[in-house]
C-alpha cells in the first residue's frame, strides 16, 4: 500500500484538495502532517499543496522554507523518495533550493485562475511515466506568481538534462505567449530536479482528478506517481 | 492615562456622532444620567444605521421569513441557516462594503470579503463559497478605471489567499454609479447540525476571550461613515476604511472551526463593525446575560489608545469567544497550535449590564440592551418621486427599428454590463476546495457537496434600472431573476439573503423607493416560498450627483438533491432542438437595447406575473428531474438574441445555431395581455425586449413530445424555433453571424477597454 503525506503550512489552503483527491479517488493511504513536525512518517510521497503558505509575506514560499517540516522533507528526498510541489508547494521547493530558479509575478501582474494546456517534456520520470511524450494535458492555474525564472545556464542545464516536466501550450502544442499564463522562461510549467524525484508545477493536478470537474488529465500525473512506488 | 470618562458631552460632539437631540435624550434616560465619551461614542456606532437599521427596520419585518427548512431565521444571529439534510444545514448571507470601497477599492473590497466570511464562520460553518454583486460608473471615466481593477484585486486577494472559491457573480456599469460604486459580497458556509454556534453570552462566570489580530486604530468608527452619504469630503475619512489580512483570517477561520468541533465554547461572535462594542453588547443581549470586560487585557498594535478607541476600533480578524469554564486550556491550545492571540478579556456576568474598565477604573456601564435592541426606530416620510412620470413616459413610436439587427446584437454584447466577465473571475480563484462543478458564466453557479449526491447552486441578481423606473415591479423581478437562474441549472430554490442599496432614506423620495421595492420582494417570496434569511441594508449611497439607482440585490440559494440532475445554460450537442418557453411582448422599456441603442433609460419595464413565473420554474424543474434538457438558459438584458449567443459560447465549446422560426412568437399573437387585442410584436422587442419568464432550452429530438405535453400540463407556451448546429448563430432573417465573431466581441469587450 502506498503512503502519503501532505504538508499543511498556515496558509495551506489546497491541502484538503490534494488529500480528497489522494485518498477518496486514488484509495491511497494519506495524512496530513503539520509543519511544526520534526519528522514525517514513513511515506513513499511527500506532497507541498497549494495556498499562501505564511501569507506569502515577503515572497511566496520564503517563509515556510524554514518550518522545521522542511528539513525532514529534504531528508526524504535525499533518499530517493518522491516529493510533489504543486503552486505554493512550487515556490517553496525553490525557495528551499531542492529545485532551481525563482518565481516573479505573473507577467499581467494579475492573479489568473483558468484552464491552461501543457506539453509534456520529460517522460520516463517518476511523476510521467504514463504519459507519451508531447502528450497535451488541460489543467488549470491559479497563482500571482508563476512566472518562472532562471538564468541561461540553468535554463540550459533544465533542457539538457530533461528536467522539464512540462511546458505551457496550445490545444494542439504549439508555444507562445498567448498560451503562457504567466510569461514563465521557456514557458515552463513545471520542473524535476537531477534525480528526477522532486516535481514542482504550477498547475494543479488535484483540479482535475474527477469527472465531476472538468477533466481528469491529472489523473495522469498521479497514476504515474503511484505507477513508480508500486514498482 | 485616559481622559474620556472627563471629557465634556457638549451639543457639538453629540452632533459629530450623528445623534440627534432626542435620541440624546433617550440615552440620558436609559443610563439615568449623562454618558461618558466612550458610551456616547458606544451609543453613536451601535444606533447608526448600519447597526440598528433605524430607518428601515419596520419595512424588513414585512419579508417573509418563515419556511420549513429554517433552522435560524433572520435577525436570530449573524446569518440565517437553512437544512439541506442528512445532518447538514447552509448558512449564508451577502453584505455591503460599499463606502469603504469608494475611497480605498481594494481595502474595501478585501475586508468587505473578510467581514462576510467571519459572519458564516463565527456560526461554526465552514464557508464553500464566495460570489459578488458589483456596481460600477460608466466605464469611460478614470474613476471607473481606477475602482473596477481595485476592487476585483481586493476580492481576489482575500477569497484567493484563504482559499475560499469565488464561483459566480454580477456586475453592472452605468452612470448611477459614478463615485458611489456597490460592493456586495456574499458567502456561504456548510455546517453539521451539532455545530452550530450562537453568538450568546451566556452562564456567569464564563469567561469571555479574545482571539485573533491585535486591536490598532483603524476603522475607527467605520459604522457611522457607512451612515451618511458620500461627499468630496470622504476621502478625509480614510482612516475609517480597515486594512483586511487574509492570512490572517485564515489562520483565524481554522482555529475557530478546530474549537466548535470540541465542546468548550458558549458562543462566538464575529468583531466587524462596531468591534469590541457590537460583539460584547450583542453576545450579553441574545444572552439576556451581563458582560465585564477590562481594556488592559485586549492584545494591542498601537500604544496609548483610549477607551473610546478600543471600543469603537473595527481592526479586522478578530472574534470574541465565550468560553465554557474550566475549558480554557482547550481554546488556548488551539490558538497556540495557530500562533493567534487568545487572551480572557472578561466574564459573563450576573445581571444585564455590560461594563468595560480599564484597569481598575470603570469607562464605561450601559445596559447591553439599551445598545443593541432599544435604538431608535423611524418611520421615514415617503413620497412617490416626481421623475417617474416622466420616465416611464415612452412613445413606441418613435423607437426606430434597427437596420441591421446584427450589428445591435454585437454593440450589445460589446456593452461591458453584458459581455463577458472572464476578465474578472479568472481573476479569482473559483476551483479551490474542487467543488466547483459550474464555473462563473452559468446562469447559477454550482457546487458539489462531498460525500453526499447534493449540489448547491446560487445566483446574485437585481436589475436596477426596473427598479428606478418601477421599484415594486423592479423588486419583484429581481427575486424572480435570481430564483429562475437557480431554476434553470436545477436546482429548487429554498431561501434568499438580500444586501438593500439605496440612497439616503431621509430623502421621502428615497424612502419610498426602499417601500415599494421591499413589497415587490416580498411579494415574490412568498410565491417562491423562499424566505430571506438575513442580509444587510446599506443607505445613503449617494454622491453628489444625486442617489443611486434602487438596488435591492437577491442572493438566490437552491438545492439540488441529485447534482447529477445539473442542467449547463449553454449548447450542448449538434442536432440537438431548440425550444423558447414562455410569451414575448413589446417589452422594450427600460431595457439594456433601448439605453445602449436608443441612449434612453426610459419606460415602463417589463411586467412580470408571479404565477406564470412559478409555473415556468416548477415546469424546468420537473423537465430537469426527468433529464430532459440538454440546457436550459434565462433571457435576462439583451433579450433573446443575446440569450442564444450566449448559449452558443460554451466555455470549452462553441456551437452554432440555426434559429429559423422566429416568426411563430412574431406571429403568435398568444401576448397574455393581448387577448381579444390584434397584438403586434415589434421586431427589436422581438429579439432585445426584456419580457420575464422566459427562457432558451435544448433538447434530443426523442424529448420532444414528452416537453410539450409538460409544457401543456403547467400551461406555459413553448414554441420549437430551431436546432443546434453550424458554425453561426442564425436567427429568423435578421441575425447571421459566426460564433468566433461574436465570442471575439463578447470576450474582448472588457479587456479591450482595460488595455487602453
Given at each position: 500500500m502506498i503512503k502519503a503525506a501532505v504538508v499543511v503550512f498556515p496558509g495551506s489552503n489546497c491541502d484538503t484538495d490534494c488529500l480528497h483527491v489522494l485518498k477518496d479517488v486514488l484509495k491511497v493511504q494519506a495524512q496530513f502532517v503539520w509543519h511544526k513536525e520534526g519528522s514525517l512518517p514513513e511515506v513513499d510521497l511527500v506532497v507541498l499543496p497549494g495556498g499562501f503558505s505564511y501569507g506569502d509575506y515577503l515572497r511566496t514560499g520564503a517563509i515556510a522554507r524554514f518550518s522545521p517540516v522542511m528539513e525532514a522533507v529534504r531528508q526524504h528526498a535525499a533518499k530517493g523518495r518522491l516529493v510533489f510541489g504543486i503552486c505554493n508547494g512550487f515556490q517553496v521547493l525553490l525557495e528551499a533550493g531542492l529545485l532551481p530558479g525563482a518565481m516573479l509575478r505573473n507577467q499581467s501582474l494579475n492573479f489568473v485562475c483558468k484552464q491552461v494546456w501543457l506539453k509534456t517534456d520529460t517522460v520516463d520520470t517518476p511523476f510521467t511515466r504514463n504519459l507519451k511524450k508531447d502528450e497535451i494535458l488541460s489543467i488549470p492555474v491559479a497563482h500571482g506568481e508563476g512566472n518562472y525564472y532562471c538564468d541561461d545556464e540553468t535554463l540550459k542545464a533544465l533542457q539538457d538534462g530533461g528536467q522539464i516536466a512540462f511546458r505551457y501550450s496550445s490545444a494542439t502544442g504549439e508555444f507562445g505567449d498567448e498560451?503562457?499564463?504567466?510569461?514563465?522562461?521557456?514557458?515552463?510549467?513545471?520542473?524535476?530536479?537531477?534525480?528526477?524525484?522532486?516535481?514542482?508545477?504550477?498547475?494543479?493536478?488535484?483540479?482535475?482528478?474527477?469527472?465531476?470537474?472538468e477533466g481528469t488529465d491529472g489523473l495522469k500525473i498521479w497514476n504515474s506517481l503511484l505507477g513508480t512506488v508500486k514498482n | 492615562m485616559t481622559t474620556d470618562t472627563q471629557t465634556k458631552?457638549?451639543?457639538?460632539?453629540?452632533?459629530?456622532?450623528?445623534?440627534?437631540?432626542?435620541?440624546?435624550?433617550?440615552?440620558?434616560?436609559?443610563?439615568?444620567?449623562?454618558?461618558?465619551?466612550?458610551?456616547?461614542?458606544?451609543?453613536?456606532?451601535?444606533?447608526?444605521?448600519?447597526?440598528?437599521?433605524?430607518?428601515?427596520?419596520?419595512?424588513l419585518k414585512k419579508f417573509p421569513t418563515e419556511g420549513e427548512r429554517l433552522m435560524v431565521k433572520a435577525g436570530e444571529e449573524n446569518a440565517g441557516i437553512v437544512d439541506i439534510g442528512d445532518g447538514l444545514a447552509i448558512c449564508f448571507k451577502i453584505e455591503s462594503h460599499n463606502h469603504p470601497s469608494a475611497i480605498e477599492p481594494f481595502q474595501g473590497a478585501t475586508t468587505g470579503v473578510g467581514g462576510?466570511?467571519?459572519?458564516?464562520?463565527?456560526?461554526?460553518?465552514?464557508?464553500?463559497?464566495?460570489?459578488?454583486?458589483?456596481?460600477?460608473?460608466?466605464?469611460?471615466?478614470?474613476?471607473?478605471?481606477?475602482?473596477?481593477?481595485?476592487?476585483?484585486?481586493?476580492?481576489?486577494?482575500?477569497?484567493?489567499?484563504?482559499?475560499?472559491?469565488?464561483?459566480?457573480?454580477?456586475?453592472?456599469?452605468?452612470?448611477?454609479?459614478?463615485?458611489?460604486?456597490?460592493?456586495?459580497?456574499?458567502?456561504?458556509?456548510?455546517?453539521?447540525?451539532?455545530?452550530?454556534?450562537k453568538g450568546s453570552a451566556k452562564g456567569t462566570g464564563n469567561p469571555v476571550y479574545y482571539v485573533g489580530a491585535a486591536t490598532g486604530r483603524d476603522g475607527l468608527g467605520g459604522a457611522a461613515f457607512a451612515s451618511k452619504d458620500l461627499s468630496e469630503e470622504s476621502h478625509e475619512d480614510r482612516p475609517a476604511v480597515q486594512v483586511g489580512d487574509p492570512f490572517m483570517e485564515k489562520l483565524l477561520m481554522e482555529a475557530c472551526l478546530e474549537l466548535v468541533k470540541t465542546?468548550?465554547?458558549?458562543?462566538?461572535?464575529?468583531?466587524?463593525?462596531?468591534?469590541?462594542?457590537?460583539?460584547?453588547?450583542?453576545?450579553?443581549?441574545?444572552?439576556?446575560?451581563?458582560?465585564?470586560?477590562?481594556?488592559?487585557?485586549?492584545?494591542?498594535?498601537?500604544?496609548?489608545?483610549?477607551?473610546?478607541?478600543?471600543?469603537?476600533?473595527?481592526?479586522?480578524?478578530?472574534?470574541?469567544?465565550i468560553v465554557k469554564k474550566g475549558k480554557e486550556k482547550i481554546v488556548e491550545d488551539i490558538f497556540e497550535k495557530w500562533d493567534l492571540h487568545a487572551v480572557m478579556i472578561g466574564t459573563v456576568e450576573e445581571g444585564t449590564r455590560m461594563q468595560v474598565f480599564e484597569g481598575p477604573e470603570k469607562v464605561a456601564d450601559v445596559p447591553a440592551k439599551a445598545l443593541v435592541d432599544e435604538g431608535p426606530v423611524y418611520i421615514r416620510e415617503e413620497k412617490k418621486p416626481e421623475y417617474l412620470d416622466q420616465a416611464r413616459k415612452l412613445d413606441l413610436s418613435k423607437v426606430k427599428e434597427p437596420a441591421d439587427y446584427a450589428a445591435v446584437l454585437k454593440k450589445l454584447l460589446d456593452?461591458?454590463?453584458?459581455?463577458?466577465?472572464?476578465?474578472?473571475?479568472?481573476?479569482?480563484?473559483?476551483?479551490?476546495?474542487?467543488?466547483?462543478?459550474?464555473?462563473?458564466?452559468?446562469?447559477?453557479?454550482?457546487?458539489?457537496?462531498?460525500?453526499?449526491?447534493?449540489?448547491?447552486?446560487a445566483s446574485t441578481d437585481c436589475n436596477s434600472l426596473y427598479c428606478y423606473l418601477d421599484p415594486f415591479e423592479g423588486g419583484k423581478i429581481a427575486v424572480a431573476e435570481a430564483a429562475r437562474n437557480v431554476v434553470c441549472s436545477g436546482a429548487k430554490p429554498v431561501g434568499l439573503t438580500n444586501c438593500?442599496?439605496?440612497?439616503?432614506?431621509?430623502?421621502?423620495?428615497?424612502?419610498?423607493?426602499?417601500?415599494?421595492?421591499?413589497?415587490?420582494?416580498?411579494?415574490?417570496?412568498?410565491?417562491?416560498?423562499?424566505?430571506?434569511?438575513?442580509g444587510n441594508v446599506s443607505f445613503y449611497n449617494e454622491s453628489p450627483r444625486g442617489a443611486i439607482f434602487p438596488t435591492p440585490t437577491i442572493g438566490m440559494v437552491g438545492i439540488m438533491e441529485d447534482i447529477d440532475l445539473r442542467v449547463p445554460s449553454h449548447f450542448q450537442?449538434?442536432?440537438?432542438?431548440?425550444?423558447?418557453?414562455?410569451?414575448?411582448?413589446?417589452?422594450i422599456g427600460g431595457s439594456h437595447y433601448l439605453m445602449i441603442e436608443h441612449a434612453l433609460k426610459k419606460g415602463v419595464p417589463p411586467m412580470l406575473d408571479l404565477e406564470r413565473e412559478k409555473a415556468l420554474q416548477d415546469l424546468i424543474l420537473s423537465l430537469a428531474q426527468n433529464r430532459m434538457l440538454a440546457s436550459c438558459h434565462d433571457t435576462a438584458e439583451g433579450g433573446l438574441a443575446v440569450a442564444f449567443a450566449e448559449a452558443c459560447m460554451g466555455l470549452n465549446q462553441s456551437h452554432g445555431a440555426v434559429v429559423d422560426q422566429m416568426n411563430l412568437i412574431l406571429n403568435s399573437k398568444l401576448g397574455p395581455y393581448a387577448e381579444g387585442k390584434n397584438y403586434s410584436l415589434r421586431k427589436d422587442a422581438l429579439y432585445f425586449g426584456e419580457t420575464q419568464s422566459r427562457v432558451i432550452i435544448s433538447l434530443k429530438p426523442e424529448n420532444k413530445e414528452f416537453i410539450i405535453h409538460e409544457c401543456q400540463?403547467?400551461?406555459?407556451?413553448?414554441?420549437?424555433?430551431?436546432?443546434?448546429?453550424?458554425?453561426?448563430?442564425?436567427?429568423?432573417?435578421?441575425?447571421?453571424?459566426?460564433?468566433?465573431?461574436?465570442?471575439?466581441?463578447?470576450?474582448?469587450?472588457?479587456?479591450?477597454?482595460?488595455?487602453?
Amino acid at each position: 500500500m502506498i503512503k502519503a503525506a501532505v504538508v499543511v503550512f498556515p496558509g495551506s489552503n489546497c491541502d484538503t484538495d490534494c488529500l480528497h483527491v489522494l485518498k477518496d479517488v486514488l484509495k491511497v493511504q494519506a495524512q496530513f502532517v503539520w509543519h511544526k513536525e520534526g519528522s514525517l512518517p514513513e511515506v513513499d510521497l511527500v506532497v507541498l499543496p497549494g495556498g499562501f503558505s505564511y501569507g506569502d509575506y515577503l515572497r511566496t514560499g520564503a517563509i515556510a522554507r524554514f518550518s522545521p517540516v522542511m528539513e525532514a522533507v529534504r531528508q526524504h528526498a535525499a533518499k530517493g523518495r518522491l516529493v510533489f510541489g504543486i503552486c505554493n508547494g512550487f515556490q517553496v521547493l525553490l525557495e528551499a533550493g531542492l529545485l532551481p530558479g525563482a518565481m516573479l509575478r505573473n507577467q499581467s501582474l494579475n492573479f489568473v485562475c483558468k484552464q491552461v494546456w501543457l506539453k509534456t517534456d520529460t517522460v520516463d520520470t517518476p511523476f510521467t511515466r504514463n504519459l507519451k511524450k508531447d502528450e497535451i494535458l488541460s489543467i488549470p492555474v491559479a497563482h500571482g506568481e508563476g512566472n518562472y525564472y532562471c538564468d541561461d545556464e540553468t535554463l540550459k542545464a533544465l533542457q539538457d538534462g530533461g528536467q522539464i516536466a512540462f511546458r505551457y501550450s496550445s490545444a494542439t502544442g504549439e508555444f507562445g505567449d498567448e498560451f503562457n499564463p504567466n510569461g514563465s522562461r521557456d514557458h515552463i510549467a513545471g520542473i524535476m530536479n537531477e534525480k528526477k524525484n522532486i516535481l514542482g508545477m504550477m498547475p494543479h493536478p488535484e483540479r482535475a482528478s474527477e469527472g465531476i470537474l472538468e477533466g481528469t488529465d491529472g489523473l495522469k500525473i498521479w497514476n504515474s506517481l503511484l505507477g513508480t512506488v508500486k514498482n | 492615562m485616559t481622559t474620556d470618562t472627563q471629557t465634556k458631552i457638549t451639543p457639538e460632539l453629540i452632533a459629530a456622532h450623528g445623534i440627534t437631540p432626542a435620541e440624546y435624550e433617550s440615552i440620558v434616560k436609559k443610563l439615568g444620567r449623562e454618558p461618558n465619551l466612550t458610551e456616547l461614542g458606544m451609543f453613536s456606532v451601535m444606533w447608526s444605521e448600519h447597526c440598528s437599521y433605524k430607518n428601515s427596520k419596520p419595512i424588513l419585518k414585512k419579508f417573509p421569513t418563515e419556511g420549513e427548512r429554517l433552522m435560524v431565521k433572520a435577525g436570530e444571529e449573524n446569518a440565517g441557516i437553512v437544512d439541506i439534510g442528512d445532518g447538514l444545514a447552509i448558512c449564508f448571507k451577502i453584505e455591503s462594503h460599499n463606502h469603504p470601497s469608494a475611497i480605498e477599492p481594494f481595502q474595501g473590497a478585501t475586508t468587505g470579503v473578510g467581514g462576510i466570511l467571519r459572519d458564516i464562520f463565527t456560526m461554526g460553518a465552514r464557508p464553500v463559497f464566495l460570489m459578488n454583486s458589483l456596481r460600477f460608473g460608466k466605464f469611460e471615466t478614470d474613476q471607473t478605471r481606477h475602482l473596477f481593477p481595485g476592487v476585483v484585486a481586493g476580492i481576489g486577494h482575500y477569497g484567493n489567499c484563504m482559499g475560499i472559491p469565488t464561483i459566480g457573480g454580477e456586475v453592472y456599469f452605468d452612470d448611477c454609479y459614478d463615485g458611489n460604486p456597490l460592493v456586495n459580497a456574499m458567502c456561504l458556509g456548510i455546517v453539521s447540525h451539532e455545530t452550530i454556534v450562537k453568538g450568546s453570552a451566556k452562564g456567569t462566570g464564563n469567561p469571555v476571550y479574545y482571539v485573533g489580530a491585535a486591536t490598532g486604530r483603524d476603522g475607527l468608527g467605520g459604522a457611522a461613515f457607512a451612515s451618511k452619504d458620500l461627499s468630496e469630503e470622504s476621502h478625509e475619512d480614510r482612516p475609517a476604511v480597515q486594512v483586511g489580512d487574509p492570512f490572517m483570517e485564515k489562520l483565524l477561520m481554522e482555529a475557530c472551526l478546530e474549537l466548535v468541533k470540541t465542546d468548550a465554547i458558549v458562543g462566538m461572535q464575529d468583531m466587524g463593525a462596531a468591534g469590541l462594542t457590537c460583539s460584547t453588547s450583542e453576545t450579553a443581549a441574545r444572552g439576556n446575560s451581563g458582560i465585564r470586560i477590562d481594556l488592559t487585557k485586549v492584545p494591542m498594535r498601537e500604544t496609548g489608545m483610549t477607551p473610546y478607541e478600543t471600543m469603537l476600533s473595527e481592526s479586522q480578524e478578530r472574534m470574541l469567544i465565550i468560553v465554557k469554564k474550566g475549558k480554557e486550556k482547550i481554546v488556548e491550545d488551539i490558538f497556540e497550535k495557530w500562533d493567534l492571540h487568545a487572551v480572557m478579556i472578561g466574564t459573563v456576568e450576573e445581571g444585564t449590564r455590560m461594563q468595560v474598565f480599564e484597569g481598575p477604573e470603570k469607562v464605561a456601564d450601559v445596559p447591553a440592551k439599551a445598545l443593541v435592541d432599544e435604538g431608535p426606530v423611524y418611520i421615514r416620510e415617503e413620497k412617490k418621486p416626481e421623475y417617474l412620470d416622466q420616465a416611464r413616459k415612452l412613445d413606441l413610436s418613435k423607437v426606430k427599428e434597427p437596420a441591421d439587427y446584427a450589428a445591435v446584437l454585437k454593440k450589445l454584447l460589446d456593452h461591458p454590463t453584458i459581455a463577458s466577465k472572464a476578465w474578472i473571475w479568472q481573476q479569482y480563484d473559483h476551483m479551490v476546495r474542487t467543488d466547483t462543478v459550474f464555473y462563473p458564466g452559468h446562469d447559477a453557479a454550482l457546487i458539489r457537496v462531498k460525500d453526499t449526491k447534493r449540489g448547491i447552486a446560487a445566483s446574485t441578481d437585481c436589475n436596477s434600472l426596473y427598479c428606478y423606473l418601477d421599484p415594486f415591479e423592479g423588486g419583484k423581478i429581481a427575486v424572480a431573476e435570481a430564483a429562475r437562474n437557480v431554476v434553470c441549472s436545477g436546482a429548487k430554490p429554498v431561501g434568499l439573503t438580500n444586501c438593500l442599496n439605496f440612497g439616503n432614506p431621509m430623502k421621502p423620495e428615497v424612502f419610498w423607493q426602499f417601500h415599494q421595492a421591499a413589497n415587490g420582494m416580498s411579494e415574490a417570496c412568498r410565491v417562491f416560498k423562499t424566505p430571506v434569511t438575513g442580509g444587510n441594508v446599506s443607505f445613503y449611497n449617494e454622491s453628489p450627483r444625486g442617489a443611486i439607482f434602487p438596488t435591492p440585490t437577491i442572493g438566490m440559494v437552491g438545492i439540488m438533491e441529485d447534482i447529477d440532475l445539473r442542467v449547463p445554460s449553454h449548447f450542448q450537442a449538434d442536432g440537438d432542438l431548440i425550444f423558447i418557453l414562455g410569451h414575448t411582448l413589446n417589452e422594450i422599456g427600460g431595457s439594456h437595447y433601448l439605453m445602449i441603442e436608443h441612449a434612453l433609460k426610459k419606460g415602463v419595464p417589463p411586467m412580470l406575473d408571479l404565477e406564470r413565473e412559478k409555473a415556468l420554474q416548477d415546469l424546468i424543474l420537473s423537465l430537469a428531474q426527468n433529464r430532459m434538457l440538454a440546457s436550459c438558459h434565462d433571457t435576462a438584458e439583451g433579450g433573446l438574441a443575446v440569450a442564444f449567443a450566449e448559449a452558443c459560447m460554451g466555455l470549452n465549446q462553441s456551437h452554432g445555431a440555426v434559429v429559423d422560426q422566429m416568426n411563430l412568437i412574431l406571429n403568435s399573437k398568444l401576448g397574455p395581455y393581448a387577448e381579444g387585442k390584434n397584438y403586434s410584436l415589434r421586431k427589436d422587442a422581438l429579439y432585445f425586449g426584456e419580457t420575464q419568464s422566459r427562457v432558451i432550452i435544448s433538447l434530443k429530438p426523442e424529448n420532444k413530445e414528452f416537453i410539450i405535453h409538460e409544457c401543456q400540463k403547467f400551461n406555459t407556451p413553448v414554441y420549437q424555433v430551431g436546432k443546434v448546429g453550424g458554425d453561426s448563430l442564425i436567427l429568423g432573417d435578421d441575425i447571421n453571424v459566426p460564433v468566433t465573431e461574436l465570442k471575439n466581441v463578447f470576450e474582448n469587450a472588457i479587456p479591450r477597454r482595460m488595455k487602453k
